[in-house]
């Protein structure tokens, strides 16, 4: 089974922020797919669908950013899904907004929620998408602006990124990930 985790903050003061990309992009493909996360475990909202090349979970940790990871580890556990098969959809403020990068292990870069899987996974050799939300302008806490919903402006580029998340998921359920990886970093 291919587990595809959303990260962000539940509750309705954080939706359709930039900390919640990871969710967004969570609801989309549920959308897609026509399915809605209405089952829970281990502190997540989840749904397992049945796609062609086998079964794929979507989850939605309810835990908060940064305990992100005592939902995934336990969940991984218990259906016990390897390592190699979890994608990680989240925010990334090095990345200027709506970019996209793929990669496959790396550090948490200072993001609070993949210290939280790194540190409940034991490894930071797992697969990822990160979506650029850009850096707070000069003088605005980190905090707070992860926080804020994005721009009229930017909100178009942000649409795009999600669905661009999206295709690189269902690319990944049947390539390899280095090929969707070079097929979406730019």
Known sequence: ?????????PGKPYENTKHNIG??????????????????????????????????????????????????????????IDIEDIIVVYDDLDLETGKLRL????????????KSLIQHLGTQQFNRIR???NRPPAGMKVADYVLSKFSKEE?????EAVEKSVKALQDALSQPFIEVMNKYNG
Not at 103 to 114: F, V, W
Not at 155 to 159: A, G, K, L, N, S
């Open 131 to 133: 979506v650029g939300v």
């Open 1 to 9: 089974m291919k587990l595809i985790v959303g990260l962000g903050n």
């Open 103 to 114: 990669r496959q292990k790396g550090s948490a870069g200072g993001h609070n929620g993949i």
């Open 155 to 159: 909100q178009p580029i942000v649409d």
């Open 23 to 80: 969710f967004n992009v969570i609801d989309e493909l549920a959308k897609e797919w026509g399915v809605t996360l209405n089952l829970s475990k281990f502190k997540g909202q989840y749904v397992t669908v049945h796609r062609p090349k086998g079964k794929v979970m979507l989850v939605k940790p309810l835990t908060y950013m940064n305990l992100s990871g005592e939902c995934i580890g336990p969940l991984m556990d218990y259906f016990a």
